[in-house]
Nanobody, 126 residues
Framework: QVQLVESGGGLVQAGDSLRLSCAAS????????VGWFRQAPGKERYFVAA????????YYAESMKGRFTVSRNNAQNTVYLQMNSLKPEDTALYYC???????????????????WGQGTQVTVSS
């Protein structure tokens, strides 16, 4: 069992940065890949980024490459999502999730994740 809690969201202006945190409790967190997803009102949950548990490989949705960076600190059971150059279209509820999968093709899919946090709101004003 893994419990996930996101934090770090907020209201910012276009061009600003935010760092989201995903704090995990439970056993063997280092054996889980962690993905970040976001969901805007009325839209589907969308893959943002992920970090694999086997070798720390990172994966990003195309529109996030170069702006977002995902990292993890297994000693602190925490995964981070650094978001730079934020745009109004980045506004959404951001979730972290844990999965035993590690291939990119799997980690893009929400249904491959077993555990989810409650989300943290990011709002970017123009």
């Amino acid at each position: 069992q893994v419990q996930l809690v996101e934090s770090g969201g907020g209201l910012v202006q276009a061009g600003d940065s935010l760092r989201l945190s995903c704090a995990a409790s439970g056993r063997a967190f280092s054996r889980y890949s962690v993905g970040w997803f976001r969901q805007a009102p009325g839209k589907e949950r969308y893959f943002v980024a992920a970090i694999g548990w086997t070798d720390g490989s990172t994966y990003y949705a195309e529109s996030m490459k170069g702006r977002f960076t995902v990292s993890r600190n297994n000693a602190q059971n925490t995964v981070y999502l650094q978001m730079n150059s934020l745009k109004p279209e980045d506004t959404a509820l951001y979730y972290c999730a844990a999965s035993v999968r590690y291939r990119y093709s799997d980690m893009q899919r929400p249904d491959e994740y077993t555990y989810w946090g409650q989300g943290t709101q990011v709002t970017v004003s123009s």
